[in-house]
C-alpha cells in the first residue's frame, strides 16, 4: 500500500485548495473515517486530539488528514486489522499516532509513503 505526498497544506489552513473538515469532541465530524467520507479532492481533514478506535478507509484522491497537536491517535478496533487503508493517491497522512496496527503497531509517521 502506497501513500502519495500531496501538496502540503497547514500552517495556514486557507492554502488547502479545498475546504477543511474539523472531527473530534465538539466538531463538525465524530469520526476520521466520517469526515473522509464527506471529502472531495482537495480537501484536508483535521483531526482534533483524542484516541479514534476505527479502521478509516481512503478511497477519494488527493486528501489530507492532519492532527491537530501531538496527541491524535487511531487505535485499531479489531486486533491485527490496519488503521488505515489507502486505496487513492495523492493522500497525504501526518502526525497520527497508530495503535495496534498489525503493520505497525505504536508506530508513529508523518510525511507520505
Do not use: N
Not at 502506497?2 to 485548495?17: H, N, Q, R, T, Y
Not at 473530534?24 to 479532492?41: E, F, K, L, N, S
Amino acid at each position: 500500500m502506497a501513500f502519495a505526498l500531496a501538496a502540503s497544506c497547514w500552517a495556514a489552513v486557507s492554502v488547502c485548495a479545498g475546504h477543511v473538515l474539523e472531527v473530534g469532541p465538539g466538531h463538525a465530524y465524530a469520526t476520521i473515517q466520517a469526515a473522509v467520507d464527506a471529502a472531495q479532492p482537495g480537501d484536508a481533514v483535521k483531526v482534533y486530539p483524542d484516541t479514534y478506535v476505527e479502521s478509516v478507509s481512503v478511497g477519494k484522491s488527493h486528501i489530507s488528514i492532519l492532527a491537530e497537536g501531538d496527541k491524535v491517535a487511531v487505535a485499531s478496533p479489531v486486533a491485527g486489522q490496519g488503521c488505515f487503508a489507502v486505496t487513492a493517491a495523492g493522500v497525504l497522512i501526518r502526525g497520527v499516532d497508530l495503535t495496534g496496527a498489525a503493520f505497525c503497531p505504536g508506530s508513529h509517521f508523518e510525511g507520505s509513503y
